[in-house]
């Protein structure tokens, strides 16, 4: 009888691990993104409403930022030691890309042959995996794919959004089409309207004219 009980015990225990991973990672997912909608208001009101005064938060906010990220990381490290669990629900995997996306260069190269399988297997969406992709090259100072990433600079009251430069200009919708991305002018919409800044995208834009761009050459 003691047998049956323990052989019980153990199936139960595997049952359970899943969810108790999706509740782990939900909570990840929610540090994630608070702190990143704060930073998002912050940015809005110092932007377009000149509040100035709120300079300081966001400083505070966009540290508080890295120790998240840190803590995040550090379990997704330890969640992916054997490969990437199974059973999960759709929305832990999409935390696990996340936290990535937003780790250091050093943790993205180290996990993006994982996220590409993710992608394969269809555990995440495969925009998900460009983006990735894009953040790595730029984090190289390569010309990202798919149009994805965009860097901010200049004073906090008069701010400028580029997209980071690409690498085939003339394809780049139907890059992103391929990987279920809208069209470059949608993004730059959106990229607006989440910012509060004027998102721009120059075709002819190269890394070098973007570097002194932003150093104001």
């Not at 377009?48 to 005064?53: I, S, V």
């Not at 919708?173 to 989440?194: C, F, H, N, W």
């Given at each position: 009888?003691?047998?049956?009980?323990?052989?019980?015990?153990?199936?139960?225990?595997?049952?359970?691990?899943?969810?108790?991973?999706?509740?782990?990672?939900?909570?990840?997912?929610?540090?994630?993104?608070?702190?990143?909608?704060?930073?998002?208001?912050l940015?809005?009101?110092?932007?377009?409403?000149?509040?100035?005064?709120?300079?300081?938060?966001?400083?505070?906010?966009?540290?508080?930022?890295e120790?998240?990220?840190?803590?995040?990381?550090?379990?997704?490290?330890?969640?992916?030691?054997?490969g990437?669990?199974?059973?999960?629900?759709?929305?832990?995997?999409?935390?696990?890309?996340?936290?990535?996306?937003h780790?250091?260069l050093?943790?993205?190269?180290?996990y993006?042959p994982?996220?590409e399988?993710?992608?394969?297997?269809?555990?995440?969406?495969?925009?998900?995996?460009a983006t990735?992709?894009?953040?790595v090259?730029m984090?190289?100072?390569?010309?990202?794919?798919?149009?994805?990433?965009?860097?901010?600079?200049?004073r906090?009251?008069?701010?400028?959004?580029?997209?980071y430069?690409?690498?085939?200009?003339?394809?780049?919708?139907?890059?992103?089409?391929?990987?279920g991305?809208?069209?470059?002018?949608?993004?730059?919409?959106?990229?607006?309207?989440?910012?509060?800044?004027?998102?721009?995208?120059?075709?002819?834009?190269?890394?070098?004219c973007?570097?002194?761009?932003?150093?104001?050459?």
């Amino acid at each position: 009888m003691k047998k049956y009980i323990i052989i019980v015990t153990m199936l139960f225990a595997a049952c359970s691990a899943p969810k108790s991973t999706d509740r782990l990672l939900a909570e990840v997912w929610q540090s994630d993104q608070q702190v990143r909608r704060q930073i998002i208001e912050l940015t809005k009101a110092v932007t377009t409403e000149g509040r100035t005064d709120l300079i300081d938060s966001l400083i505070m906010v966009c540290d508080l930022q890295e120790s998240v990220d840190a803590r995040n990381i550090s379990i997704i490290d330890s969640l992916l030691q054997d490969g990437v669990p199974n059973s999960l629900s759709k929305e832990s995997y999409k935390t696990i890309w996340i936290v990535i996306d937003h780790s250091t260069l050093e943790k993205q190269l180290l996990y993006l042959p994982i996220v590409e399988q993710m992608a394969t297997g269809g555990l995440i969406d495969k925009d998900e995996y460009a983006t990735l992709f894009d953040r790595v090259a730029m984090g190289q100072k390569r010309p990202q794919r798919y149009g994805s990433q965009s860097v901010q600079f200049g004073r906090p009251e008069a701010m400028q959004l580029y997209i980071y430069p690409v690498e085939n200009s003339e394809k780049l919708d139907s890059l992103r089409a391929s990987v279920g991305m809208e069209p470059i002018a949608e993004y730059l919409k959106v990229l607006t309207q989440t910012t509060g800044i004027e998102a721009q995208f120059d075709r002819q834009m190269t890394i070098d004219c973007l570097e002194k761009l932003r150093d104001g050459e």
